[in-house]
């Protein structure tokens, strides 16, 4: 019998094509979506002590010197001009046609700003900043349509936001790993965000701020790992493997741990290290039953 890896290594090609319907954790397709856990908030600006209230001395700031600069007569003009003048490497131009284009109400200008800070690109780094601005745009845009193109930039402010309060920002944010799960938690529920998803499960996998509980997670993980995120689903499969959660199921486990491997994931040795230890220790049985199982989730995803 040929090993496993032999096996995936043709099959895995596939796993190029589109994005299938959701899976359970033996491989084939699930009717239902896992559903959220209750308890989660929907505002960030609903949650007791949340981003208004995280530092009552925090100002905004947005448009220092704007009084002496020629802006555009819109908000839109404005971020119009911000994206040409990015392109172009004139990142102070940028900056303060995104500051106007904020102050007006442009909410990925809001956004944009937030990542620049958060990323230091093209300006010097400042935590303090960037949580003001994806503060004040998940605020703003926290009941939109999931369906929308900004919903996405929006859970994506959201999980900003709760790792600035899971780490905490010296002298404005305290740390704090229950609205670390609330702003993980409304990203990954009403958004469905897979980074959200696999943030909210790392916390009932750590036991931070919530209690231990790798039951909990799962669910998490399998709704991140049906959208590709190869972090979730590498964990998955560990659990799964080891029986983590519960009952063992190795070939769904090494299923996942294989997908994982593919793509982005290729090039981080924990995963291969994880999968090739798997694989070391399943039956030629259990591997033949993971490339069944991965033979199904590879159709899934074509249909």
């Keep these: ?34 559903l959220a856990p209750a308890g989660v908030q929907p505002l960030a600006s609903a949650l007791p002590g949340g981003p208004k209230a995280a530092n009552p001395n925090l100002s905004p700031n947005l448009s220092p010197g704007l009084k002496t600069a020629i802006m555009p007569t819109s908000p839109g003009d404005a971020f119009r001009s911000a994206t040409e003048a990015l392109r172009s490497g004139e990142t102070s131009k940028a900056v303060m046609s995104l500051q106007y284009a904020a102050e007006h109400g442009h909410g ?49 402010a959201f999980v900003a936001l709760g790792h600035y309060y899971l780490e905490g920002i010296p002298t404005a944010v305290a740390p704090s790993p229950e609205l670390a799960r609330r702003m993980f938690g409304h990203a990954a529920s009403y958004f469905g965000d897979p980074e959200a998803q696999f943030q909210l499960a790392s916390l009932y996998l750590d036991g931070n701020g919530v209690v231990r509980d790798a039951k909990r997670a799962v669910p998490w993980l399998v709704l991140a790992s049906n959208k590709g995120h190869y972090k979730a689903q590498a964990i998955l499969g560990r659990i799964l493997f080891n029986g983590e959660h519960g009952t063992r ?14 793509g982005p994931g290729a090039k981080e040795p924990w995963i291969a290290q994880l999968r090739e230890s798997s694989i070391a220790q399943a039956t030629n049985d259990e591997q033949a039953m993971a490339y069944i199982l991965l033979k199904r989730w590879v159709e899934g995803r074509r249909e």
Excluded: C
């Excluded at 895995?12 to 239902?32: E, K």
């Excluded at 199921?249 to 593919?262: E, F």
């Design 249 to 262: 199921q190795r070939a769904a486990g090494l299923m996942w741990m294989t997908v994982a491997s593919d």
């Design 108 to 156: 990925f200008a809001l956004w944009k700003l937030g990542r620049m800070y958060a990323d230091g690109e093209g300006v010097k780094r400042d935590n303090i900043r960037a949580f003001e601005y994806f503060q004040k745009f998940a605020d703003s845009h926290a009941d939109d349509n999931p369906a929308t193109p900004r919903a996405r930039f929006v859970a994506n």
């Design 1 to 34: 019998m040929r090993t496993f890896s032999a096996i995936t290594s043709a099959t895995l090609l596939a796993l190029a094509f589109g994005t299938g319907p959701t899976q359970s954790l033996d491989g084939t397709p699930s009717p239902n979506p896992v």
